[in-house]
C-alpha cells in the first residue's frame, strides 16, 4: 500500500512539473509583449525598457527564466506583477478567498444537493420526477452561466431588490461591524453568483450520481442483497450508493480547480473579486509573472485533487487498492 | 426650574431638533464606479487611470491647470500647494509653498518634500516614463522651507505646466528612508497618507477603496465626507450598480443604449465633459511586410484622402458616442487647447472615387473592388478585440469603403496581440483611441519624423509639420502655429481623424456644485455637496 502511495505521489510530482514547464514556455510562446501594456499610453524610452527587462527578468535567456520560475515556485517566491508592480504572492493571496469561498459553496452544494437530487432521480428511474429534474437540469447546463447571472441579476437585484446587484460586500457598510454582521453581508452578496454557478454546474453532479446509482442498482450483488430480504433502503444506501461513490469521487478531484478557474464569467457578471478574473486579465496583458503564478496554483489543484480524488477512491472501494 | 430639568430640556430640544438639522446639511458621500482596482495610489509607481484618480485626491501637485487646460505659460493655473509664484529668469520658476499646508499625519509640507519628490521623478531607474517628460528640468532646490527654484534647461513655454503637472508631491518623512523599489510593498502603500482634500481610509482588494474627507484641508474642508471607489471590471456590472442604485457616478457611458437608460431613471443625470480622447484609422505609409519600404496602397496621399472621404465620420462618431461626439481636425482631442473650431470635411464618395481612379485605381473587379495593374485594393485593419467602439468603427468603415471599392479585411486582435502587430508596424489601417497629454508637445511623439520607430507607428513624415511643431513649441503664443500642424496633419491625410467625444458621466441628481476637471475627472468632488434635504441614508457618515 505503501509503495503504492509512494508511486502515485511522484506520479502526481512528474505531472505537476510537467504541466508547469508546458504551461511556462507556451505563455512565451503566445504573440505580446508583456511590456507592451506599460508603454500603451504614454510610450516608454529605450533605456526605460531595457530597464524594465532588466527588472523582470525578460533580458534572460529562456532556460534561465525556465529554473528561474521553477525554482521561486518551489520557494514560493512566485516574483512581481508587471501590471501591478507587487509581488505576486501578495495579489494571489488577497483575491484567493473570494475565489475559495464561491468555489467552495458551489463545490459543496453540487455534491450534497446534487447527490442527493441524483439519488432521488435514480430511485424514480424512468418516474415524472426523474425526467422533469433530469429535463431541468440540463436545460440549464446548457445555458451560459453568464447568462444565467445576468437573468438573476435582473430579476434578483434589479426588479425585486432582494440582492446585491455584485461586489462581495457593502462598502458603506462600517468597517467597524461585528463579525457576524460582516458574514451575513457576505453571505447576501454571495447568494446569487454561487446561485447562478450552482444552477449551472449541478446537472452534473446528479447525472453522474444518478448514472452510477443506476449501474449499481442492477449489478448482481444488490439483486442477491434484494433476494435474501435486505430491505430497500439499507440496499441503496449501503450497497449501491457506496459503489456509486467512485465516479463522483473522481469528478470531485476533476473538479477541485475550478474553484478557481470555473467561475471567471461569473465573477465578471457579480464584480465577485475572485482570482478567475485577475488570471484572464493576466494572461490578456501577457503579465507573465502573475499568468504563471495563477497557472501554478491552478496546475497545483489539479494535480493535488487528482491525488486526492484516488485515495478517496481507494478508501471508498477496495477494489481499486494494490 | 431646576437647572437640572432646564439643561435635561436644553439637551431633549436640540435631539428634537438635530435630524432637522442633519436634513439641511449639504454633506454625504459618493460610491464612483469604477473599473480597476485603484490600490496603488501612489505618484511614480501609478498605473491605470483608477489609482491616477484616486491620487488625486490624496495627493496635491504645485499647482493645477485651469479652465483653459492651456499648458502654455503659468497663466490660469489655479494654486494647490504653492500658494504663489515668480519667474526669476527666463529659465527659472521659484515656487512659494503655502504655509498651512500639511501632511495626513500633521507634518508641514516643505521643500523638503517638493525637492525628494522631483527626485524620485526624474529618476529613470524610478519612474521612466516620468523622467522622461522631465528631462528638461535641469534643477530643483530648496531656498528655505517653504520656497523652492525649479531651473530648466532651455526656455520654452510649457516649463510652468512640466513642473506642476507632471508631479505628485509626496512625503519625504514617510519615504526617504524606504529604498524606491520597497516602497510598492511598503505600509505607506497600504495606507497612503497625502496632504489633499481626502485621505484614505481602507482597500479591500479588488473591491473598494474607502477616503474620507480630511476635515483640517487647508484649501477648505470638502463637502462630501466619504468617497468610495467601487470596482467592477465588466462594463455590464458596472452599469447594474449604477442603475440598481448601489453607485452614484460613472464616467464613460457606452454604448448610447445605456446612456438611455441612465437618462430613463430619474434619480440619475448626464454630464457631458470634454475629454482627452481621440479616435481615428491611422494609415500606415511603410509596406506591412518590409517597413523599409513604402507601403504599395498607403504610401499615396490621394489613396488615404480618398479612404478619408469616403467615411462619414460624424454620423459615426455621433453613432458610436452619442450627439456630443465631434468630428477633430487633425489629432485633437476636445480639450486640447490647440484644437481647430473648423468643420471637418465631410463625405463625399463621389470624390473618393475620382481620387481613387485618378491614383491609378480605375479598374473594378467583379466584386466591385478596385485593381491597379492586377492587385486588388485590400487593405488590413487591425483592432483590439476587446474595444466595442473600435469594432462598431471598424465595420461601419469596411462597410463604407467597400462603396468605393475598397476591401478591408478587419483584424480583431488580442490585447497583446494587437500592441506588438501595431508597434512592429504589420498593418496597413489602425483603429486607434488614445488619450492624449494636455500639452501639444506630445504630438513630436506621433506626428514627426523623430517619432519614426517610437509612438509614430504609422511612419508618417512630413518635415514641413516637423519644422511647425519645432517652431510652436518655442513660441511665446504659439496657438496659431499649434493649428497649422493640426491642419497639415490633417490634410496629408496621416489618419482619418473619426471622433473626439465628450465623456458621458452618470451622476445621482442630488448632487449640486458637480464640477468635472477633464484632466482629472474626480479631482473637483471636494467641491461637491448634496443637495439639503435630498440625503440618502448613505449619506450619513459613520460618526456623523
Known amino acids: 500500500m505503501s509503495r503504492w502511495l509512494v508511486g502515485r505521489v511522484a506520479q502526481a510530482a512528474i505531472t505537476w512539473a510537467v504541466a508547469l514547464t508546458l504551461l511556462f514556455f507556451l505563455m512565451r510562446l503566445t504573440p505580446g509583449d508583456p511590456l507592451a501594456r506599460l508603454a500603451a499610453d504614454r510610450p516608454l524610452p529605450p533605456d526605460a525598457v531595457t530597464q524594465l527587462r532588466h527588472l523582470y527578468g525578460l533580458d534572460r535567456p529562456l532556460l534561465a527564466q525556465y529554473t528561474s520560475f521553477l525554482s521561486g515556485v518551489v520557494r514560493g517566491d512566485l516574483g512581481l506583477s508587471i501590471q501591478f508592480g507587487i509581488p505576486v504572492r501578495t495579489l494571489i493571496a488577497e483575491r484567493l478567498p473570494a475565489t475559495v469561498l464561491l468555489g467552495g459553496v458551489v463545490l459543496l452544494i453540487d455534491f450534497t444537493l446534487g447527490l442527493g437530487l441524483g439519488v432521488l432521480q435514480a430511485r424514480d428511474r424512468g418516474g415524472r420526477f426523474d425526467r422533469w429534474l433530469g429535463n431541468a437540469a440540463l436545460t440549464a447546463y446548457a445555458i451560459p452561466s453568464f447568462w444565467i447571472g445576468l437573468c438573476f441579476v435582473w430579476i434578483g437585484a434589479l426588479t425585486w431588490h432582494l440582492f446585491p446587484v455584485a461586489g462581495m460586500s457593502d462598502p458603506l457598510a462600517s468597517a467597524a461591524a461585528s463579525p457576524w454582521a460582516q458574514w451575513l453581508d457576505i453571505a447576501h452578496h454571495l447568494a446569487l453568483p454561487a446561485l447562478t454557478l450552482v444552477v449551472a454546474t449541478i446537472a452534473v453532479t446528479m447525472r453522474y450520481q444518478r448514472g452510477a446509482l443506476l449501474e449499481a442498482l442492477d449489478a448482481d450483488w444488490i439483486r442477491t442483497a434484494r433476494a435474501k430480504g435486505v430491505p430497500e433502503s439499507t440496499v441503496l444506501r449501503r450497497h449501491a450508493w457506496r459503489t456509486a461513490l467512485g465516479p463522483v469521487i473522481t469528478l470531485l478531484g476533476l473538479w477541485l480547480p475550478m474553484l478557481v478557474t470555473g467561475a471567471v464569467f461569473t465573477e465578471a457578471v457579480f464584480a465577485w473579486p475572485g482570482l478567475g478574473s485577475l488570471a484572464a486579465d493576466a494572461v490578456i496583458g501577457r503579465d507573465y509573472p502573475l499568468a504563471m503564478g495563477c497557472a501554478a496554483l491552478v496546475a497545483t489543484l489539479v494535480v493535488v485533487g487528482n491525488l486526492a480524488a484516488d485515495l478517496l477512491y481507494a478508501a471508498v472501494d477496495p477494489r481499486v487498492r494494490p | ?544
Request: with cysteine; aromatic share 8%; charged share 20%.
Open chain 2, 1 to 544: 426650574m431646576p437647572p437640572a430639568i432646564r439643561r435635561l430640556a436644553i439637551v431633549s430640544a436640540l435631539l428634537a431638533v438635530a435630524p432637522a438639522l442633519h436634513a439641511q446639511s449639504d454633506h454625504g458621500s459618493i460610491v464612483v464606479v469604477t473599473g480597476q482596482y485603484p490600490g496603488l495610489p501612489i505618484p511614480t509607481l501609478i498605473q491605470g487611470s483608477s489609482n491616477q484618480d484616486v491620487a488625486d485626491l490624496l495627493f496635491l501637485r504645485l499647482a493645477r491647470i485651469g479652465p483653459t487646460l492651456s499648458t502654455s505659460g503659468d497663466a490660469g493655473f489655479i494654486p494647490q500647494l504653492a500658494e504663489h509664484w515668480t519667474r526669476r529668469d527666463s529659465l527659472t520658476y521659484v515656487f512659494d509653498l503655502d504655509p498651512r499646508a500639511h501632511w495626513q499625519d500633521g507634518v508641514p509640507v516643505t521643500t523638503r518634500d517638493v525637492v525628494f519628490s522631483f527626485t524620485r521623478a526624474r529618476d529613470p531607474a524610478i519612474a521612466p516614463a516620468l523622467s522622461d517628460l522631465l528631462r528638461s528640468i535641469e534643477s530643483v532646490t530648496a531656498l528655505d522651507d517653504h520656497r523652492v527654484a525649479i531651473g530648466f534647461t532651455h526656455w520654452y513655454p510649457s516649463q510652468f505646466y512640466d513642473a506642476t503637472y507632471q508631479v505628485q508631491i509626496l512625503p519625504a518623512h514617510l519615504l526617504e528612508k524606504l529604498a524606491p523599489s520597497a516602497v510598492a510593498a511598503s505600509d505607506f502603500a497600504r495606507t497612503p497618507i497625502g496632504d489633499g482634500p481626502y485621505r484614505w481610509v481602507r482597500g479591500v482588494p479588488g473591491q473598494f477603496v474607502e477616503l474620507a474627507a480630511d476635515t483640517g484641508f487647508f484649501l477648505g474642508a470638502p463637502r462630501l465626507d466619504r468617497v468610495i471607489f467601487r470596482v467592477a471590471a465588466d462594463a455590464n456590472a458596472r452599469m447594474n450598480l449604477l442603475l440598481g442604485g448601489d453607485g452614484d457616478a460613472l464616467e464613460n457611458i457606452l454604448p448610447i443604449s445605456n446612456q438611455d437608460r441612465v437618462r430613463a431613471d430619474t434619480a440619475l443625470r448626464l454630464v457631458a465633459v470634454p475629454s482627452f480622447t481621440l479616435g481615428y484609422f491611422l494609415y500606415n505609409e511603410r509596406d506591412p511586410a518590409d517597413t523599409a519600404r513604402q507601403n504599395p496602397i498607403l504610401g499615396d496621399r490621394d489613396v488615404r484622402r480618398a479612404l478619408t472621404l469616403a467615411i462619414d465620420r460624424e454620423a459615426m462618431a455621433q453613432s458610436i458616442f452619442g450627439p456630443e461626439a465631434t468630428v477633430p481636425v487633425g489629432p485633437a482631442s476636445l480639450s486640447l487647447w490647440i484644437r481647430v473650431p473648423d468643420p471637418a470635411a465631410r463625405q463625399d464618395t463621389a470624390l473618393a472615387r475620382r481620387a481613387l481612379t485618378s491614383a491609378g485605381w480605375n479598374q473594378v473587379g467583379k466584386d466591385g473592388i478596385a485593381i491597379r495593374n492586377g492587385r486588388r485594393l485590400t487593405l488590413d485593419v487591425i483592432f483590439p478585440n476587446t474595444s466595442a467602439a473600435r469594432r462598431q468603427m471598424a465595420l461601419q468603415a469596411a462597410a463604407q469603403w467597400k462603396a468605393i471599392g475598397v476591401d478591408a479585411q478587419l483584424e480583431p486582435l488580442d490585447f497583446a496581440t494587437y500592441l506588438d502587430r501595431r508597434k512592429a508596424g504589420r498593418f496597413d489601417i489602425d483603429v486607434t483611441a488614445v488619450n492624449q497629454d494636455p500639452n501639444p508637445t506630445g504630438l513630436t511623439q506621433s506626428w514627426t519624423c523623430a517619432g519614426i520607430d517610437g509612438a509614430n507607428v504609422g511612419h508618417f513624415c512630413d518635415p514641413a509639420v516637423d519644422s511647425l511643431i519645432r517652431a510652436a513649441s518655442v513660441a511665446t503664443d504659439g496657438l496659431a502655429l499649434w493649428q497649422q500642424v493640426l491642419r497639415r496633419i490633417d490634410a496629408d491625410a496621416a489618419a482619418a481623424f473619426v471622433f473626439a467625444p465628450a465623456a458621458m458621466i452618470a451622476v445621482h441628481r442630488r448632487y449640486e456644485h458637480v464640477v468635472f476637471h477633464p484632466e482629472s475627472f474626480w479631482s473637483g468632488l471636494g467641491a461637491w455637496s448634496v443637495a439639503p434635504g435630498r440625503q440618502l441614508p448613505r449619506d450619513r457618515a459613520p460618526g456623523r
